[in-house]
């Protein structure tokens, strides 16, 4: 089992950053990727980033490339969302997910943290 938490959600406006975090426990070493997805309402969860959770190598969606980075810090066992100018579009809320299996299949959630951003 793993537990995802999120943290640093919030009320932006439209231009500026934000960073949200994401802190694993329970079985960490049988994660191979962790990302982050995002649903706004009336819409479908969209994929955001991802990252190995040993590796450099992330998958960004082209709506927040050159906006959106992700950081990982195995030693705490966290990973971040750097966000920078900030749309009204990327309002929604922010799950962080965990793969724990060869299929790919993202197994483990967070609770999701709401991200606004007012223009």
């Known amino acids: 089992q793993v537990q995802l938490v999120e943290s640093g959600g919030g009320l932006v406006q439209a231009g500026d950053s934000l960073r949200l975090s994401c802190a694993a426990s329970g079985r960490t070493s049988s994660i191979y990727t962790m990302g982050w997805f995002r649903q706004a309402p009336g819409k479908e969860r969209e994929f955001v980033v991802n990252i190995p959770w040993s590796g450099s190598s992330a998958n960004c969606a082209d709506s927040v490339q050159g906006r959106f980075f992700i950081s990982r810090d195995n030693a705490k066992n966290t990973m971040s969302l750097h966000m920078y100018s900030l749309k009204p579009e990327d309002s929604a809320v922010y799950y962080c997910?965990?793969?724990?299996?060869?299929?790919?299949?993202?197994?483990?959630w967070g609770q999701g943290t709401q991200v606004t951003v007012s223009s």
């Open positions: 997910a965990a793969v724990t299996n060869l299929r790919g299949k993202y197994d483990y």
